[in-house]
């Protein structure tokens, strides 16, 4: 009697083993991709970092010569003051004076022209509202001259500078009278004295021109 024949393997045993085998490679190359992506992702932050740290290390040692450095600011002029006038002069021009003299054996005037320079071109707008207390200053001056002091330049330098005082004096600004020089005794001991600086008081007239000077 002969031997009963193996029984067949079901259909649906090999396909099963055919995933099993399928799914184990797939899972292998899945291992290894994600370890390989994973050193490189290691390599390429430990690179970044030392690359920062080099970049850091420059900075600190050359840091001082590559900043920028912000320009030195200009000092700034004052508003006011002889320093403080840009350009040509300015100047204000008065009307004529005519006054009688002060002298005693005859009568004389005098027929005076002046023109005021000032040290800010905006004064001169303002000083048309203080035009009748300086032509009023000037005035009073010009009466107490006599012909004899008025004919010498020494006399019309001092009148000059009277006029400029009582001109800034009439703007408002306290101006003290220069400091004269008391005679010295010729017979007294001379002593030495420490000069003393003079702080002269601030005036915008800068000073006192004349276009006209006649004396009859």
Not at 63 to 86: I, L, M, Q, T, W
Not at 106 to 127: F, P, T
Request: charged share 35%.
């Amino acid at each position: 009697m002969s031997a009963a024949p193996a029984p067949a393997p079901a259909e649906g045993d090999a396909p099963k083993k055919g995933n099993k085998k399928l799914i184990i490679i797939i899972a292998a190359v899945a291992v290894l991709l994600l370890g390989g992506g994973g050193a490189a992702f290691f390599i390429m932050k430990k690179k970044a970092a030392e690359a920062e740290a080099a970049a850091a290390a420059e900075g600190e040692d050359g840091g001082e010569d590559h900043a920028p450095k912000k320009p030195a600011k200009e000092a700034k002029k004052p508003e006011h003051g002889k320093d403080a006038h840009e350009g040509p002069p300015t100047f204000v021009p008065l009307d004529p004076f005519i006054v009688n003299l002060a002298d005693k054996d005859a009568e004389r005037y005098a027929q005076v022209g002046i023109s005021l320079q000032v040290d800010d071109h905006k004064l001169a707008e303002e000083m048309k509202a203080y035009m009748p207390a300086i032509r009023n200053g000037v005035l009073m001056i010009l009466s107490h001259k006599s012909s004899e002091e008025l004919l010498t330049t020494e006399g019309k330098q001092k009148l000059a500078e009277e006029i400029r005082r009582e001109a800034g004096r009439a703007l408002g600004y306290d101006i003290e009278e220069p400091e004269e020089d008391e005679p010295e005794d010729e017979n007294a001991p001379k002593k030495k004295k420490k000069k003393k600086k003079k702080v002269e008081s601030y005036n915008p007239i800068v000073q006192v021109a004349y276009s006209s000077f006649i004396i009859q």
